[in-house]
């Protein structure tokens, strides 16, 4: 029997999603009040598996269980699983909408259902709990004219009355939830992996890496920024994607992305619950024109590296002045003499880039010349301006 610990108290929608995920299989359920109680069971091997709401179609991500995931090393995502969420309002038996004076519940739950709240409930006190049932047990406890919002079976739970069903603003509400257990254990059919990425403070540091997953096809399902909370203005980001490491081009992509950031963690690898998109090398290898479309997004990046090359020889040869000499072959030879063996490392013709760089050498030496009598003209022309 396994222990599958949730974000309780009972009547949550987390153990609704639970039951779902683990379906048909012999467990004991616990509930935990708060998610670093649910987190922590989980580390610490009291529970073997555990659920917990991540992210919401109407509300964003659930910040709470980003943080843990970025601060719990030992705690993996395993799994997932997506609940459409209905809310209704309810209270205990007696009560009438137009009596009740504050609602109580999960303030995700509040905010989903804010335009039924203020078109019906205007001067009711808006109260944030833990979760949707915890709200259900301070109505329960309370001899106030108050309600809860959560899920309906909460109101068969703790006895209360339903007044009004499906009250969140949008039909489509639906709630995705994680499966989390010890870090380092196996999950089989594994399609979709969540990193966790620090990017160090430069223009373009998250462009690059993104870069790498667009280079080979891997479709980003998700990428979310927290705060790094060491520093203000430093920011960790969440990207999930379809894709296994396993996969030897998904590895390769990661080892780039971990070479360019300055953290890198795998938060899990794990079996998706949606796999609309599908991330497949095969694909990319046998079809003829979706490797034309790989080569066409490579192709722009070299462009647009060109003209990043272009912006920074025009500084250099600004800072050169008048006098200095423009060619340099020693730097040149630098150059090619560590291209030339990151090339041979990587399987691209050495002689390549050799040819490459000479004819951008030429090219670069005569923009500077360009640039510099360019110069000798304005400053001529400025002088003659001179009173
Ligand atoms: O580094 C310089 O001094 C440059 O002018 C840039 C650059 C280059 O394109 O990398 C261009 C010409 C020089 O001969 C050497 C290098």
Same mark, same amino acid.
């Given at each position: 029997?396994?222990?599958?610990?949730?974000?309780?108290?009972?009547?949550?929608?987390?153990?609704?999603?639970?039951?779902?995920?683990?379906?048909?299989?012999?467990?004991?359920?616990?509930?935990?009040?708060?998610?670093?109680?649910?987190?922590?069971?989980? $580390?610490?091997?009291?529970?073997?598996?555990?659920?917990?709401?991540?992210?919401?179609?109407?509300?964003?991500?659930?910040?709470?269980?980003?943080?843990?995931?970025?601060?719990?090393?030992?705690?993996?995502?395993?799994?997932?699983?997506?609940?459409?969420?209905?809310?209704?309002?309810?209270?205990?038996?007696?009560?009438?909408?137009?009596?009740?004076? $504050?609602?109580?519940?999960?303030?995700?739950?509040?905010?989903?259902?804010?335009?039924?709240?203020?078109?019906?409930?205007?001067?009711?006190?808006?109260?944030?709990?833990?979760?949707?049932?915890?709200?259900?047990?301070?109505?329960?406890?309370?001899?106030?004219?108050?309600?809860?919002?959560?899920?309906?079976?909460?109101?068969?739970?703790?006895?209360?009355?339903?007044?009004?069903?499906?009250?969140?603003?949008?039909?489509?509400?639906?709630?995705?939830?994680?499966?989390?257990?010890?870090?380092?254990?196996?999950?089989?059919?594994?399609?979709?992996?969540?990193?966790?990425?620090?990017?160090?403070?430069?223009?373009?540091?998250?462009?690059?890496?993104?870069?790498?997953?667009?280079?080979?096809?891997?479709?980003?399902? $998700?990428?979310?920024?927290?705060?790094?909370?060491?520093?203000?203005?430093?920011?960790?980001?969440?990207?999930?994607?379809?894709?296994?490491?396993?996969?030897?081009?998904?590895?390769?992509?990661?080892?780039?992305?971990?070479?360019?950031?300055?953290?890198?963690?795998?938060?899990?690898?794990?079996?998706?619950?949606?796999?609309?998109?599908?991330?497949?090398?095969?694909?990319?290898?046998?079809?003829?024109?979706?490797?034309?479309?790989?080569?066409?997004?490579?192709?722009?990046?070299?462009?647009?590296?060109?003209?990043?090359?272009?912006?920074?020889?025009?500084?250099?040869?600004?800072?050169?002045?008048?006098?200095?000499?423009?060619?340099?072959?020693?730097?040149?030879?630098?150059?090619?003499?560590?291209?030339?063996?990151?090339?041979?490392?990587? +399987?691209?013709?050495?002689?390549?880039?050799?040819?490459?760089?000479?004819?951008?050498?030429?090219?670069?030496?005569?923009?500077?010349?360009?640039?510099?009598?360019? +110069?000798?003209?304005?400053?001529?022309?400025?002088?003659?301006?001179?009173?």
């Amino acid at each position: 029997m396994i222990k599958i610990g949730y974000l309780g108290p009972k009547g949550t929608y987390t153990e609704k999603a639970a039951e779902k995920y683990f379906t048909g299989i012999d467990k004991e359920m616990r509930a935990y009040r708060t998610l670093p109680e649910l987190f922590s069971a989980v $580390k610490s091997g009291e529970i073997d598996k555990a659920v917990a709401p991540i992210e919401n179609s109407v509300e964003g991500s659930v910040n709470q269980t980003l943080d843990l995931l970025a601060q719990e090393k030992g705690v993996a995502i395993q799994g997932e699983i997506i609940l459409t969420i209905k809310h209704a309002l309810m209270a205990k038996p007696g009560v009438k909408v137009n009596e009740i004076t $504050k609602v109580i519940s999960h303030g995700q739950a509040l905010a989903q259902c804010s335009r039924f709240l203020e078109t019906f409930l205007p001067d009711a006190a808006l109260v944030e709990a833990v979760s949707t049932a915890e709200a259900a047990v301070q109505i329960v406890n309370s001899d106030q004219p108050w309600a809860v919002i959560g899920n309906p079976d909460i109101g068969e739970i703790y006895s209360l009355n339903i007044l009004e069903y499906d009250i969140q603003n949008c039909t489509a509400n639906r709630t995705r939830f994680v499966i989390l257990g010890q870090s380092g254990q196996p999950i089989t059919n594994a399609n979709k992996t969540s990193i966790l990425i620090s990017i160090t403070d430069r223009p373009g540091g998250l462009y690059q890496v993104l870069k790498e997953f667009a280079l080979v096809n891997i479709n980003l399902t $998700k990428i979310e920024s927290r705060p790094a909370k060491n520093k203000l203005g430093n920011y960790i980001f969440f990207i999930d994607f379809m894709g296994n490491p396993a996969d030897g081009l998904v590895e390769k992509c990661l080892n780039r992305v971990r070479e360019m950031t300055a953290e890198f963690r795998i938060l899990g690898i794990y079996k998706g619950a949606e796999t609309a998109y599908s991330y497949s090398v095969e694909k990319s290898v046998l079809n003829l024109e979706q490797v034309r479309e790989d080569i066409d997004i490579i192709d722009r990046q070299i462009v647009e590296l060109l003209a990043m090359r272009t912006q920074l020889v025009k500084i250099i040869a600004d800072l050169k002045g008048a006098h200095q000499k423009i060619r340099d072959r020693k730097r040149e030879e630098q150059i090619l003499e560590r291209l030339t063996a990151e090339a041979r490392k990587k +399987g691209v013709s050495p002689k390549l880039i050799k040819e490459l760089y000479n004819l951008l050498f030429t090219h670069f030496v005569g923009l500077q010349k360009i640039r510099r009598q360019r +110069g000798k003209a304005y400053r001529q022309v400025s002088t003659k301006q001179l009173p």
